[in-house]
């Protein structure tokens, strides 16, 4: 039937069952400004470390995935060694000398390879 010939009612129900569905993939789809597999340690990342090093897409991307490893083993030593002598470090060489690192430690890890500069996928890219 041409639309010419449909009742204004008609077109309204049809724009209403166009938008709900698109509304619905949108919410199928979740997008945020970065998509991640590790969340928690996405969570752990902003408390800790992005007020210095912003996005997990940048801090991330500073190292290797097996350099993330290293550093964040023998409960951050060899961050903490880096952080040292720096300007507003203070805040973040307590975390990792805390126990809430040591709990933290292993999701904070993953969220950091995931982004790490060479992971085999990048993570914003949706």
Not at 48 to 75: F, I, P, V
Not at 98 to 125: G, M, V, Y
Request: positive net charge; glycine residues 8%.
């Amino acid at each position: 039937m041409p639309t010419e010939s449909r009742s204004p009612l008609t077109r309204f129900f049809a724009a209403g069952i166009l938008l709900t569905l698109c509304i619905a993939g949108i919410e199928a789809r979740p997008r945020g400004q970065h998509v991640v597999k590790e969340k928690l340690g996405q969570q752990y990342y902003l408390h800790a470390c992005s007020s210095c090093h912003g996005s997990g897409k940048l801090g991330g991307n500073m190292a290797t995935q097996s350099e993330w490893k290293y550093l964040l083993d023998r409960h951050g030593k060899a961050l903490i060694d880096l952080h040292k002598g720096e300007e507003n470090t203070t805040r973040v060489i307590a975390y990792l000398k805390s126990p809430r690192f040591a709990r933290e430690h292993d999701r904070l890890l993953k969220f950091l390879q995931e982004f790490a500069n060479d992971s085999e996928s990048i993570p914003t890219c949706f």
